[in-house]
């Protein structure tokens, strides 16, 4: 397979630091307004609160998370860092999948359902059992996600545990 020039990697490094930079800014964002969500003092103000975190999750994070994963694939099928030749690019590559699908089945439906209960019940939804719910997973699982984002970061940048051991016969 050709390999990306110097430029080309550069261009690719920048494009995918973007995706994670939104990756990473979309799930602090979202948490903290998951968060903020029982503070609301209306209906509309509730509803505004879910509009606005789908509009984050939709915009920000699925883009980020999806970018980040086809950078990533392209890293490693045009440059000389492969998909598992270092141990911390093993880890990085299942972590990203894990978060991807941890996000998209198990924190996105809960994102997605909040306004449509916000709407019809307005402030009532504070005491609804699938909208306090909804807001629990998110904030459990929000709070693993962000903490598998930045470990990615981190690991992105130690660069630990080295070069897997080849095995032979």
Same mark, same amino acid.
């Given at each position: 397979?050709?390999?990306?020039?110097?430029?080309?990697?550069?261009?690719?490094?920048?494009?995918?630091?973007?995706?994670? =930079?939104?990756?990473v800014g979309?799930?602090? =964002?979202?948490? /903290?307004?998951?968060?903020?969500?029982? *503070?609301?003092?209306?209906?509309?103000?509730?509803? +505004?609160?879910?509009?606005?975190?789908?509009?984050?999750?939709?915009?920000?994070? &699925?883009? +980020? $998370?999806?970018?980040?994963?086809?950078?990533?694939?392209?890293?490693?099928?045009?440059?000389?860092?492969?998909?598992?030749?270092?141990?911390?690019? $093993?880890?990085?590559?299942?972590?990203?999948?894990?978060?991807?699908?941890?996000?998209?089945?198990?924190? +996105? %439906?809960?994102?997605?359902?909040? %306004? $449509? &209960? *916000?709407? #019809?019940?307005?402030?009532? #939804?504070?005491?609804?059992?699938?909208?306090? #719910?909804?807001?629990?997973?998110?904030?459990?699982?929000? $709070? /693993?996600?962000?903490?598998? &984002?930045?470990f990615m970061?981190?690991?992105?940048?130690?660069? %630990?545990?080295?070069?897997?051991?080849?095995?032979?016969?």
């Amino acid at each position: 397979m050709p390999k990306l020039g110097k430029l080309g990697l550069r261009v690719l490094k920048i494009v995918h630091l973007i995706l994670a =930079g939104l990756w990473v800014g979309g799930a602090i =964002g979202l948490n /903290i307004m998951v968060f903020l969500f029982s *503070s609301a003092e209306s209906g509309g103000e509730l509803y +505004g609160y879910n509009i606005a975190s789908k509009l984050v999750d939709d915009l920000l994070i &699925i883009p +980020g $998370a999806m970018g980040c994963l086809v950078t990533g694939l392209l890293f490693s099928l045009f440059s000389n860092w492969g998909f598992f030749k270092h141990r911390w690019l $093993a880890v990085k590559w299942v972590l990203t999948v894990f978060c991807i699908l941890f996000g998209t089945f198990y924190l +996105g %439906p809960t994102v997605n359902d909040q %306004p $449509a &209960i *916000s709407y #019809a019940e307005g402030l009532g #939804a504070l005491a609804d059992p699938t909208w306090i #719910a909804n807001r629990l997973t998110s904030l459990k699982g929000g $709070a /693993i996600q962000v903490f598998l &984002i930045l470990f990615m970061v981190a690991i992105s940048v130690i660069k %630990p545990w080295g070069l897997r051991k080849k095995v032979t016969s």
